[in-house]
């Protein structure tokens, strides 16, 4: 008897949620967390959010959770995203929920922040997570050691050191506290590493600093210097191979590149004497190190000047010095560079059969890609390759026709009519 009469309590239990508060404006909620002395917990959600619905329906409704967020939290939803059937209620909310988007700068929902009393954060976070890993990450958002406005008044008061500061600045970069992140990434590399000897101190942890940071490192630091040195061993301490080289020509373009041939963050329009520049790099970095370094502000200053022809001789030399990369990315990169440069603004027979070499390797198996057929197809076109040409763009059509891409089908036709007619085919922006 006394088991029945506790099953319905135990079920109630079981069956409780997170009681998201309703609020007339934001300045109620800052003010119910002052008067209760509690952190706010935002869950930052869109309609079309699939996530946030798994959220709503796995989640909030976990009864450990519910019983964490409730005891703990003033809990509020806020919609990102203004939809046809809105409630007067959410319409009420626009405005505030633009201003919460843009001060925290959500990007990615589902986002969760969780707010002091003052608006400061303390804690975040975004994605979704199944019941139990977000019970976790409430728990550590709860928790006073983690709270990162305090760090953060720690830091302003010079009570950080050591990993505390790199911890911080990263933390800072991912809640988009940009400014600040920069200063406590400077006090780290003053304080850190200007004084350990690189071989010691790289490593994976610190991998993510490095790239997050790299305006900071000029090339005169011994942590640069070694990266040019030794960037195979450089790469092996922190795991990431052809990490050493990205970094250092970021670095040597920013210090010894960019201050001559930018004006005003913008390249400038003077001529450039690149057979200077090149033995100048050559004699610090090496021959195959001045052409890697150069061949971007090539591209750049002669695509500035609507030199054409040259734009498109060094933006398939970039590709050739960078390498032909045939992942599925490295595809759609070759066959962006195919349209849109090299189609795009030449008819130079040579640029055109290295062209379709990129095709071929940007194809490779995958015969049902009707963008990329497409590409193929222009460029066989303009080679004089009539009857090919047409063979190639009919195949993409059909592709397009039964993926039922309107857009796509409507495009082709018009290409086929086109070289049919023995009409020059335009650019699809």
């Not at 319905?8 to 209760?36: C, D, G, M, R, Y």
């Not at 505030?96 to 986002?111: R, W």
């Not at 210090?255 to 690149?274: A, F, Q, R």
């Not at 050739?320 to 045939?326: A, H, K, P």
């Amino acid at each position: 008897m006394l088991m029945c009469c506790l099953l319905p309590l135990w079920t109630k239990a079981q069956n409780k949620e997170i009681n998201f508060q309703t609020f007339e404006n934001w300045q109620q909620v800052l003010a119910k967390a002052k008067a209760e002395n509690k952190t706010i917990f935002v869950d930052a959600y869109a309609t079309w959010c699939g996530p946030c619905k798994m959220m709503d329906k796995e989640v909030y409704t976990n009864p450990k959770v519910a019983e964490y967020v409730n005891a703990n939290f003033i809990a509020i939803k806020v919609q990102m995203d203004q939809a046809k059937n809105d409630l007067d209620h959410i319409k009420g909310w626009y405005a505030d929920a633009t201003k919460i988007q843009k001060k925290y700068q959500i990007e990615a929902m589902p986002a969760f922040l969780f707010l002091d009393a003052a608006g400061k954060q303390v804690y975040r976070g975004q994605g979704y997570q199944h019941a139990e890993a977000f019970l976790a990450f409430l728990k550590t958002a709860n928790d006073p050691l983690e709270n990162y406005s305090v760090k953060v008044d720690k830091f302003k008061k010079g009570m950080l050191r050591g990993d505390d500061l790199l911890c911080l600045a990263m933390q800072a970069k991912k809640y988009h506290d940009d400014s600040l992140a920069v200063q406590i990434a400077g006090k780290f590399k003053k304080t850190v590493i200007d004084h350990i000897e690189p071989a010691k101190l790289l490593n994976p942890e610190l991998l993510d600093y490095l790239a997050s940071f790299c305006i900071l490192l000029s090339v005169s630091d011994p942590i640069t210097r070694f990266m040019i040195s030794h960037p195979l061993r450089a790469d092996s301490l922190l795991g990431k191979k052809g990490f050493s080289l990205q970094m250092t020509d970021f670095i040597i373009g920013k210090d010894e590149i960019n201050p001559i041939l930018y004006k005003n963050n913008k390249i400038t329009d003077e001529v450039v004497n690149w057979e200077v520049w090149d033995k100048k790099l050559s004699k610090e970095y090496g021959t195959k190190g001045a052409q890697r370094l150069l061949i971007g502000y090539k591209t750049e200053w002669y695509r500035n000047k609507a030199d054409w022809d040259n734009f498109v001789k060094y933006s398939i030399e970039k590709q050739e010095i960078n390498g032909v990369d045939t992942s599925w990315l490295g595809r759609a990169g070759l066959n962006n560079l195919v349209y849109f440069t090299i189609l795009k603004y030449s008819d130079n027979p040579v640029y055109l059969n290295k062209a379709l070499d990129y095709m071929h390797l940007a194809i490779g198996n995958n015969q049902n890609d009707d963008a990329k057929l497409d590409t193929y197809a222009n460029v066989l076109y303009k080679l004089g390759k009539k009857e090919e040409a047409l063979a190639v763009e009919n195949r993409a059509l059909s592709i397009a026709e039964k993926r039922k891409d309107s857009n796509s089908v409507k495009v082709f036709r018009e290409t086929i009519e086109k070289m049919q007619g023995n009409l020059s085919v335009p650019i699809v922006e």
